[in-house]
């Protein structure tokens, strides 16, 4: 009977407040529903909507058309977004089913960059497959209701199972979203207006829970950027590593003892470290076998934050 009860207050909470107005809930095509799923990964559903989501569909409408684009013309159009293994999977992905994903959860999860909980979301959004949803505003709703401060993956999925109720998965899903990202937040709580609050275990000291780990100190490192300059154009580099792999760069050392142009200094803060970087300008007499691009052909490559603040200390020097 509580379970009964608690579904209904959830799903009346969701018929008179849930953001039925995102488009992604306005359709059941899968592929939008999956991209919005991708981009919403340590990223807010502003920043989305304003700068992102509909941009990248006018220009890969269909899952056919970005399976066919080049990697380059993906990261240019995730340029900005961050997390750039999120772009390079979504193309993997289209390039590996052509022109339709999966209508289930378990094969949804084969694919690349699809981990349980964004398969079942994607799952019961597009096919109304019922699975319970684990993200970060879903878990942090069973950490408070069931007052519990310290949980793995698999005791979490356990709640999740549990507290799921299958007679309305969309809806139930959606309204678990949104109570997360609206009510019961990280900080300032809004206990008062959760339709969770005559069963909830920690409305008292929804703050307590889960238990806050302390972070450490994010590490800086120091670098130096090499602008190699060779006539009007500059060397620009792809990019190997895991974090920004497929995207150009400016060379990158720890020292640099070769005579260069100070440009400048730059900063950019990525989710494990901070950069620091001085930025020198490195004259070349020919071209060195290194790929060489003017401005304007670099404005139409994809580059890191980082990248684009060393290109605008070229453009004042220019």
């Known amino acids: 009977m509580q379970k009964q009860t608690r579904t209904q207050n959830i799903l009346n909470w969701y018929k008179e407040f849930g953001r039925e107005e995102l488009p992604w809930r306005k359709t059941t095509d899968a592929y939008p529903i999956y991209l919005s799923e991708i981009m ?3 990223t807010q559903v502003k920043t989305v909507l304003e700068r992102f989501y509909f941009q990248f569909l006018e220009k890969f409408p269909t899952l056919e058309s970005l ?11 995730w340029e900005g977004l961050g997390y750039y293994t999120r772009a390079r999977n979504l193309h993997k992905t289209a390039q590996l089913v052509k022109t339709a994903l999966p209508k289930t959860a378990k094969e949804l999860e084969e694919l690349p960059g699809i981990g349980k909980s964004t398969a079942n979301a994607i799952a019961c959004f597009a096919y109304n497959e019922a699975n319970p949803i684990l993200d970060a505003n879903v878990k942090r709703i069973l950490y408070r209701f069931y007052a519990t401060k310290k949980a793995n993956d698999k005791q979490l999925w356990e709640l999740s199972h549990n507290f799921f109720d299958e007679t309305q998965p969309y809806e139930f899903n959606q309204a678990l979203m949104d109570i997360g990202s609206t009510i019961c937040t990280p900080r300032n709580a809004q206990c008062e207006n959760c339709p969770l609050q005559t069963q909830c275990l920690g409305k ?6 889960p238990t806050k780990i302390k972070k450490k100190p994010v ?3 120091q670098r130096k950027i090499i602008v190699y300059n060779y006539k009007d154009k500059y060397a620009l580099f792809k990019g190997e590593a895991k974090l920004l792999g497929g995207l150009w760069a400016f060379r990158q050392f720890e020292t640099f003892e070769q005579k260069a142009i100070e440009l400048g200094e730059i900063s950019q803060t990525y989710s494990h470290f901070k950069l620091q970087a001085q930025v020198l300008l490195r004259k070349c ?3 060195e076998n290194m790929q060489w691009f003017t401005l304007e052909e670099i404005e139409n490559l994809a580059l890191s934050g980082a990248d684009k603040k060393v290109l605008s200390l070229i453009h004042k020097k220019a």
Request: glycine share 0%; hydrophobic share 25%.
């Open 219 to 221: 590490p800086i490192k």
């Open 285 to 287: 007499n020919n071209n």
């Open 204 to 209: 008292d000291s929804p703050q307590e829970y």
């Open 67 to 77: 399976a066919q684009a080049s990697q380059d013309d993906v990261l240019k159009a």
């Open 40 to 42: 919403l990964q340590q």
